[in-house]
Antibody
Framework: QVQLQQWGAGLLQPSETLSLTCAVY????????WTWIRQSPGTGLEWIGE???????NYNPSLKSRVTISVDTSKNQFSLKVNSVTAADTAVYYC?????????WGQGNLVTVSS | DIQMTQSPSTLSASVGDRVTITCRAS??????LAWYQQKPGKAPRFLIY???SLESGVPSRFSGSGSGTEFTLTISSLQPDDFATYYC?????????FGGGTKVEIK
């Protein structure tokens, strides 16, 4: 049974760094790519980027300058960092399995950016 | 970026109804389209890939069709568990993009 469990800080101030981690259970980590997606009332579902087991990444150009996705294959985990957050980064963030379509998702983390 | 437009944004239907949701792409995406179902407070659930291929475990009352720029998701006989919001997503090119969603509510 594949499970993705994610965690990270839920309340940030403007200009801080968002940091989330997703742990993968019940799956051979190296067999897939792993993705971050966010959802907000204003912008709907937005693909952030993806990483494969070898560490190759692909980011949404709209966020590329502020986003880093990394992987720790020894722990079956991958992580998301978004620098210099603003209120526009307030959203539910999801990790998911897949490179182009996503069959398993984490439970989601609400991240609120507010002073 | 490829824009994905869904219609209607809200659909009111009854149990047993046949329901059709449309998704249009701003440029051709061949059959590189996925559909998801989302319930309040939950992550999206993967339903269909390559426009018409049903994901394992998804009930056969769900079906997808289309290619190019116009696609449909059909629920042949709406069940109580199907009241949710549905999203299309293109994976023809990066950045991957989603439709705005269609909420299926009880009539």
């Amino acid at each position: 049974q594949v499970q993705l469990q994610q965690w990270g800080a839920g309340l940030l101030q403007p200009s801080e760094t968002l940091s989330l981690t997703c742990a993968v259970y019940g799956e051979t980590f190296s067999n897939h790519s792993w993705t971050w997606i966010r959802q907000s009332p204003g912008t709907g579902l937005e693909w952030i980027g993806e990483i494969n087991h070898g560490g190759s990444t692909n980011y949404n150009p709209s966020l590329k300058s502020r986003v880093t996705i990394s992987v720790d294959t020894s722990k079956n985990q991958f992580s998301l960092k978004v620098n210099s957050v603003t209120a526009a980064d307030t959203a539910v963030y999801y990790c998911a399995r897949g490179r182009v379509a996503f069959d398993y998702w984490g439970q989601g983390n609400l991240v609120t950016v507010s002073s | 970026d490829i824009q994905m437009t869904q219609s209607p944004s809200t659909l009111s239907a009854s149990v047993g109804d046949r329901v059709t949701i449309t998704c249009r792409a701003s440029q051709t995406i061949s059959s590189w389209l996925a559909w998801y179902q989302q319930k309040p407070g939950k992550a999206p659930r993967f339903l269909i890939y390559e426009a018409s291929s049903l994901e394992s475990g998804v009930p056969s009352r769900f079906s997808g069709s289309g290619s190019g720029t116009e696609f449909t998701l059909t629920i042949s006989s709406l069940q109580p568990d199907d009241f949710a919001t549905y999203y299309c997503q293109q994976y023809n090119s990066y950045p991957l993009t989603f439709g705005g969603g269609t909420k299926v509510e009880i009539k």
